[in-house]
């Protein structure tokens, strides 16, 4: 861009508006270990700002009720006797930065890509002595014209993206005075997922990744596929209509990714919540890390067709249960990068509680839902990730958001099979 067109204005802390108590801490699971390497990133993106100014006190007092139902975000990370990293609920508050932003919200989204996008969570890698770092970090960005862009971060090791979108949408209930629907859950993982003993000795390990962090510039481009484009591609490619959207979105995507990067590694990895898929659901709430990685392969997948591999992926994810789960969980620890060693595919149809998508039902006043909802990952491998979210409007339509390397990405955004679904193609970078 030349320039930068965000500007950090503040930074202050907020702290939680009644103590945890002393000595409490939140350990790490295995599954947050291994998601060590990344970090989450969450922006809400509203058509015009739900308060006028965040040092009001009807603003900020919210805020530190929520943070106080979730010691964990608001602690610091130290080791244990043990030499293990703990969070101390310490109360030691969450960074709040404020910046501007010296476009329109409609003109950021046409124009800005992946990069610029991540301004608006700026982040801070976690420093060798972390007793005064917040490892999360809210940050409030106005546009010209109105518009606000709220971004949540945190280290993956800490939490997942269906964590961060439930606190957020909490903060949304009690700015409304509303309850609190999905309130943070800290129980443990059952214990028929982490007790690793039962889990057969001859279990496969993961097939080693095809890239390790990446080296190469990415970019990103974000697809808005409509209802129509989905029943299109479900006609044009005689897909199975029990085949859902992310099931069509993730085969059409996979396939044209392989065809761009010429290569005959055909294999990906499928990201799935695991919630609500256990015999005794977890919450919503749950905090931490509930995310399964499996492996998924198939020969020569550029020349399959869009309906064969769509309902390979369906039958793939429809068969986890507790036994592959606990296997894919107890094989992660040995995979390094969780996000692009291979091609990753998340699956965020969890988002989509009783039809209505838990991000958009983020409203801080009655009537204004956030335009845009973007989740990245940081630090992902060499071969990608793409990530098939729903849409605001419900029904069958969903965003795509795709990060590759630059060469990669400039082919997929001239892409035909692609592009006769007419997208709206938004956060590219676009001239």
């Keep these: 861009m030349g320039f930068a067109r965000v500007e950090v204005k503040s930074i202050l802390t907020a702290v939680s508006s009644k103590p945890s108590g002393s000595g409490r801490v939140h350990s790490f699971t295995a599954l947050d270990k291994a998601m060590s390497p990344h970090t989450v990133h969450v922006i809400l993106y509203y058509p015009r700002s739900p308060f006028g100014s965040f040092d009001l006190d009807s603003v900020r007092i919210p805020l530190s009720e929520v943070l106080s139902l979730y010691p964990p975000a608001i602690g610091r990370v130290t080791k244990n006797p043990d030499g293990y990293w703990e969070v101390k609920c310490n109360d030691a508050g969450l960074r709040v930065v404020r910046a501007k932003v010296c476009v329109s919200i409609d003109e950021w989204l046409r124009s800005a890509d992946g990069h610029e996008e991540s301004d608006l969570t700026v982040w801070e890698e976690m420093p060798a002595d972390p007793s005064t770092w917040s490892p999360f970090r809210l940050q409030i960005n106005e546009f010209e014209g109105g518009g606000v862009a709220i971004g949540l971060s945190c280290p993956h090791r800490q939490a997942d993206p269906t964590t961060l979108t439930v606190l957020l949408k909490s903060w949304t209930e009690a700015q409304r005075r509303q309850r609190i629907v999905h309130p943070p859950s800290f129980s443990p993982l059952p214990s028929n997922l982490t007790d690793t003993d039962t889990v057969k000795s001859n279990c496969e390990p993961f097939p080693k990744p095809i890239s390790g962090p990446i080296s190469t510039k990415t970019s990103t481009a974000t697809f808005r596929f409509s209802t129509?484009?989905?029943?299109?591609?479900?006609?044009?490619?005689?897909?199975?209509?029990?085949?859902?959207?992310?099931?069509?979105?993730?085969?059409?995507?996979?396939?044209?990714?392989?065809?761009?990067?010429?290569?005959?590694?055909?294999?990906?990895?499928?990201?799935?919540?695991?919630?609500?898929?256990?015999?005794?659901?977890?919450?919503?709430?749950f905090f931490g890390n509930a995310l399964n990685f499996s492996s998924l392969e198939m020969t020569d997948v550029v020349k399959q067709g869009v309906g064969h591999v769509a309902c390979l992926i369906k039958d793939h994810v429809t068969s986890?249960?507790?036994?592959?789960?606990?296997?894919?969980?107890?094989?992660?620890?040995?995979?390094?990068?969780?996000?692009?060693?291979?091609?990753?595919?998340?699956?965020?149809?969890?988002?989509?509680?009783?039809?209505?998508?838990?991000?958009?039902?983020?409203?801080?006043?009655?009537?204004?839902?956030?335009?845009?909802?973007?989740?990245?990952i940081g630090n992902v491998g060499g071969e990608g990730v793409i990530m098939v979210m729903p849409l605001p409007e419900k029904e069958f339509g969903r965003i795509v958001a795709v990060t590759l390397p630059e060469e990669e990405m400039s082919k997929l955004l001239s892409d035909q099979e692609i592009l006769k679904l007419e997208p709206k193609i938004i956060l590219s970078g676009a001239k």
């Design 228 to 285: 129509s484009a989905f029943k299109k591609c479900l006609d044009q490619y005689s897909i199975d209509p029990k085949a859902s959207p992310f099931d069509v979105f993730a085969a059409l995507f996979w396939i044209r990714v392989a065809s761009v990067k010429l290569k005959s590694d055909d294999r990906v990895c499928i990201c799935v919540d695991f919630r609500r898929l256990l015999p005794k659901p977890l919450p919503y709430g």
């Design 320 to 376: 986890l249960d507790v036994e592959k789960i606990r296997s894919d969980l107890n094989r992660a620890r040995a995979r390094g990068v969780m996000y692009g060693g291979d091609l990753t595919i998340v699956n965020m149809e969890d988002m989509i509680v009783e039809g209505e998508p838990l991000m958009y039902e983020a409203v801080f006043e009655d009537g204004v839902s956030p335009v845009h909802v973007s989740y990245r």
